[in-house]
């Protein structure tokens, strides 16, 4: 049970690691954050107390800073901050073989009930627990940037992870303010960037084959969809290239050793494509995005972000269905599968990536029979090597056999 929970030891001080302290300190949790170096520690306290402040100012805390710091403490020594702990997040880089040795030092010196979370955005879950001797209680708990701010966490249940531990993750997630979806299956990228690929990857796709450019395509998800950014401005914020051929580089690891990682050969022969025709090159050529000072647009400087000024007479070129057709297929292939809910799905798009409405929503209203033909016509036309990419998902085909095809018929993923 969640409010059995009451010491938490957060491993890794950096962007994740002090925001997820933080939270945790603020719903009462003693917290035990964990880094390589004291200069790490300070600065990750630096940034607790800066934003607790802002907090306090704005009047959202009802305590004072002094008693939530007072429920932190900092150590550079792993073991024994684990010693009696009820709950592990670990927010180490992104790396297989650092997320494993610190999974089975923790598994060493943690008292043999505590759960032991990981906020991989991406690495398999399921082999993270196997390098400890408790893989039922590892589960994932992956959250979004900034932690503080953001309301969903995505939580992952591994091959070994128990019903119980799943649960308590839930009601830890409650604890902590957020809203939790389930990812039912340790597969790339869960459930959130999962469905959410196929948006990019169709973007992508656009403008490898010269259908669009990226202000144009920008432009409609801007204006058209409403959408916070399109998504070569949002891969641009956050270092997607960069991201993209991490993901490259440690697939093949992963499925040699747990081959269920990637059921699906389509979505993996696509996005090494991509990877390799795009993200890998801009990668290498310092084209990562505002962090380079450059990437799909121009940024002031390394670091500097200024919002790429884009036209919005650009965003007549595409028409919205044009993308958003993928991205539906794409979500849709996680129900299919079996990794998330359609709520769950919608949830992620709205919540974490802040659409101004779910993926599936948008398909009721564009009309799902309408998305399926969009995919065939794309399937008909484009190169070989991209055409099974456009197969359209098992459910969108029966939902439009059965007359299931959204808003304009009263029925479609949802009832109207
Ligand atoms: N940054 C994001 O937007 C984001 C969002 C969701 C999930 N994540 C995931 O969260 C994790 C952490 O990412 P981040 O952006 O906070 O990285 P970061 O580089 O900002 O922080 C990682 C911290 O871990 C420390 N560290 C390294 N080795 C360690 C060890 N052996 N023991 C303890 N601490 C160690 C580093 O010194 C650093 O301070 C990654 O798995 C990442 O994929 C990141």
């Avoid at 993200?279 to 000072?293: A, D, F, L, V, Y």
Wanted: net charge negative; glycine share 8%.
């Amino acid at each position: 049970m969640s409010s059995e929970i009451k010491v938490v030891a957060v491993i890794g001080a950096g962007i994740m690691g002090h925001g997820i302290t933080q939270v945790s300190a603020l719903a009462g949790c003693q917290v035990r954050m964990v880094d390589v170096s004291e200069d790490f520690l300070n600065s990750g306290v630096e940034k607790i107390k800066w934003s607790l402040g802002k907090l306090a100012e704005k009047k959202a805390i009802s305590e004072s800073m002094d008693s939530v710091m007072n429920r932190i403490a900092t150590t550079t020594k792993l073991a024994d901050a684990v010693k009696d702990i009820d709950y592990m997040i670990e927010a180490v880089p992104e790396n297989i073989e650092l997320k494993m040795e610190t999974f089975a030092e923790a598994d060493k010196n943690a008292p043999p009930d505590a759960i032991l979370a990981t906020n991989t955005s991406g690495l398999s879950v399921t082999m993270i627990s196997e390098a400890t001797k408790r893989p039922n209680k590892v589960v994932g708990m992956h959250w979004m940037n900034p932690p503080q701010m953001m309301p969903l966490i995505e939580v992952i249940k591994g091959k070994h992870t128990s019903d119980e531990t799943l649960k308590t993750t839930l009601d830890l997630c409650q604890r902590f303010g957020k809203q939790p979806v389930v990812a039912r299956k340790d597969i790339w990228f869960f459930l959130g960037a999962r469905s959410e690929m196929g948006w990019d990857t169709e973007a992508n796709l656009m403008w490898l084959r010269g259908e669009a450019k990226v202000e144009e395509i920008d432009a409609m998800a801007r204006y058209k969809l409403n959408l916070p950014m399109g998504p070569f401005e949002l891969a641009d914020l956050t270092g997607a290239v960069d991201i993209m051929k991490g993901a490259y580089t440690s697939i093949d690891k992963i499925l040699t050793k747990n081959p269920d990682f990637e059921p699906d050969p389509v979505r993996l022969y696509i996005l090494k494509r991509v990877a390799e025709l795009i993200s890998i090159p801009r990668s290498e050529e310092g084209k990562s995005g505002m962090k380079t000072g450059e990437g799909y647009y121009k940024y002031p400087g390394p670091g500097k972000y200024a919002r790429p000024e884009i036209a919005k007479e650009l965003a007549e070129k595409v028409a919205p269905i044009d993308v958003l057709a993928s991205a539906v297929n794409s979500a849709s292939r996680c129900v299919t599968e079996g990794v998330g809910s359609i709520e769950d799905t919608d949830k992620c798009f709205k919540l974490a990536f802040g659409w101004p409405k779910g993926v599936f929503e948008f398909a009721d209203e564009f009309g799902v029979h309408n998305i399926v033909n969009t995919l065939r016509e794309k399937k008909a036309r484009v190169p070989d090597w991209q055409k099974s990419f456009y197969e359209p998902d098992s459910l969108l085909v029966r939902m439009v056999e059965d007359g299931k095809i959204g808003k304009i018929v009263g029925e479609g993923f949802y009832k109207y």
